[in-house]
């Protein structure tokens, strides 16, 4: 009372601007308090992120056969309150799961599925796949969604008792390695109300970048063609092969490679070669992956790629029966904004604590692959700029580029698993389910907690996230889906797979009921590394 008396007597803008840097101070400390009460929280859950983590690899699902991980993920999100959509574009597996009401809109997404003939032991450093010839975790995608998940609810109990307005959406990245479906998520409208996307991505650092990535775009193609059978020694000049235009479309395609910008990159595998040698084959088929650096040249290359395959249809006598779009990505450009905010709550986090086991482990993994025998990285890795197109060779894509243009976006790397390995590759699954992944992942979720809060709770980091994606990101660049109106997700890829090897692999999927942790259910001890006369092998009650 005394202390407002006296304040009346000074000059009004001096009270203003007094009171303005009181509340200004006083919502920092309430922000500090609550990054510091989410970050314990996040620890207190541990347990929860580890099991979410160990269960996921162990479905080691490929792309749009998340069954399994969908089943398991959307049961949690229900179990804590959040609304789930599911079969969202028409997408068995892909989902939509929303908790709270008003703006902002954060929406948390991560990948699920697997890598084909990727199955590992855990914490074994050595090749010794679970299921031999089965998919499994090679990527690490089994640790995003637990990364998210446990963010959102530790930001979710803050959000109801601060009665804070805010909306969380949390979604997956089905078939991440077709690049499958996050256009066709776009194409649905999920990120129609969104403020912010902030994905995760495991990784093996802490970490986040702006601007243009280091990468490409792609679209990825299904050439079919039709020829006509014949007995191949009896009447072959009855026939027509199809199997002979996809290998003349791939021999054109490598001589029209060598005159094309090294920027671009493109591989192709045969879907279908035939059936026995002594019948002609009459339908063959090739997949390809066109990658450039933007939409147009994309659109370029792909367009060269129809005329070789037009050439090599009118070569061989056959018909392009059909070309399928299997999937297509835009090359990433991220939120300066938030990257920055994100960058700053990274270094609040940190980087687990390594123990002496595990980073003997990780060299033991690097020794066995051939890559730098660093170990697990100590030090918080740099905010990464804007790649400028000169310095830009190309390299992988993630269809999370789409996402990152219909609204401010930013990747997540968290260091769950080891750097300096091959990727796509069993070596990659090795660290997936141990405690390098389960401090990684409990890492990840902290730095995406806290920069939830500063999204909830400072509307200027909104803005100036708009303004950038509005006056800078999008000024001259409008995005326009690479599929063509008439594409759907190609929800049947991976079905044959599954079949075959998921009666083997169900046998290994984690019982949390029975076993704490994963590793303890294989009877593994952590680390196992090669044995002293140079085999690869574990404790005998792995291999039941
Ligand atoms: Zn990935």
């Excluded at 609204?407 to 260091?415: C, E, G, M, N």
């Amino acid at each position: 009372m005394h202390l407002t008396r006296s304040l009346s007597c000074l000059p009004l803008a001096f009270v203003i601007t007094l009171s303005a840097r009181a509340q200004g101070a006083a919502s920092d400390a309430r922000l500090a308090a609550l990054k510091t009460e989410a970050m314990r929280d996040i620890d207190a859950r541990a347990q929860f992120t580890q099991q979410f983590v160990d269960q996921v690899f162990s479905f080691g699902e490929l792309g749009f056969q998340e069954f399994e991980t969908s089943k398991y993920i959307v049961g949690i999100l229900k179990q804590n309150g959040f609304t789930v959509r599911e079969g969202v574009a028409g997408i068995p597996t892909a989902w939509v799961a929303t908790w709270g009401s008003g703006k902002p809109v954060i929406a948390l997404g991560s990948d699920l599925d697997g890598i084909p003939q990727a199955s590992q032991i855990p914490g074994v450093a050595c090749h010794l796949p679970l299921v031999q010839g089965a998919p499994g975790h090679g990527e690490g995608h089994n640790s995003g969604q637990a990364v998210n998940i446990t963010a959102a609810l530790a930001i979710k109990n803050i959000m109801q008792r601060e009665h804070m307005s805010g909306t969380l959406k949390i979604w997956p990245g089905v078939a991440e390695e077709q690049l499958g479906s996050k256009a066709y998520l776009v194409r649905d409208g999920v990120f129609k109300d969104v403020d912010v996307v902030l994905f995760s991505h495991v990784g093996s650092n802490l970490q986040t970048g702006w601007g243009a990535s280091q990468g490409s775009g792609l679209v990825s193609v299904l050439y079919s063609f039709e020829g006509q059978a014949a007995h191949a020694a009896g009447a072959p000049w009855r026939g027509r092969s199809a199997l002979d235009a996809v290998e003349l479309m791939d021999v054109g395609w490598n001589f029209r490679r060598e005159h094309l910008r090294l920027q671009t990159r493109s591989h192709y595998v045969i879907r279908n070669g035939g059936d026995q040698p002594n019948v002609v084959p009459p339908t063959a088929s090739v997949w390809y992956y066109f990658r450039e650096l933007d939409y147009k040249k994309i659109k370029e290359l792909w367009a060269m790629g129809d005329s070789v395959a037009q050439g090599a249809a009118m070569m061989t006598g056959t018909k392009l029966a059909s070309e399928r779009v299997l999937g297509s990505a835009w090359p990433g450009h991220f939120n300066r904004p938030i990257a920055e905010d994100m960058t700053e709550n990274i270094k609040l986090v940190g980087l687990p604590k390594w123990t002496a086991a595990d980073q003997q482990f990780a060299r033991a993994i690097q020794k066995e692959v051939k890559g730098d025998t660093t170990g697990l990285d100590t030090t918080v890795a740099k905010l990464e700029g804007d790649v400028p197109d000169s310095l830009n060779m190309g390299g992988g894509s993630d269809d999370i580029g789409d996402i990152s243009w219909n609204a401010p976006t930013i990747v997540l790397l968290y260091p769950s698993n080891v750097p300096n390995l091959p990727g796509h590759h069993w070596a990659d699954a090795i660290a997936m389910a141990t405690p390098i992944a389960h401090k990684g992942a409990t890492a990840g979720a902290k730095a995406q907690a806290l920069t939830m809060l500063d999204i909830l709770l400072k509307p200027a980091l909104v803005d100036s996230a708009w303004s950038y994606f509005r006056n800078v990101q999008t000024k001259t660049v409008k995005y326009e889906p690479l599929m063509r109106p008439e594409d759907r997700p190609a929800t049947e890829l991976n079905t044959d797979i599954l079949a075959r090897y998921r009666p083997e692999m169900k046998k290994f999927y984690y019982d949390p009921k029975k076993y704490p942790t994963y590793l303890q259910q294989l009877g593994i001890s952590y680390p196992t590394l090669r044995k002293a006369d140079g085999s690869c092998a574990a404790t005998p009650n792995t291999l039941q």
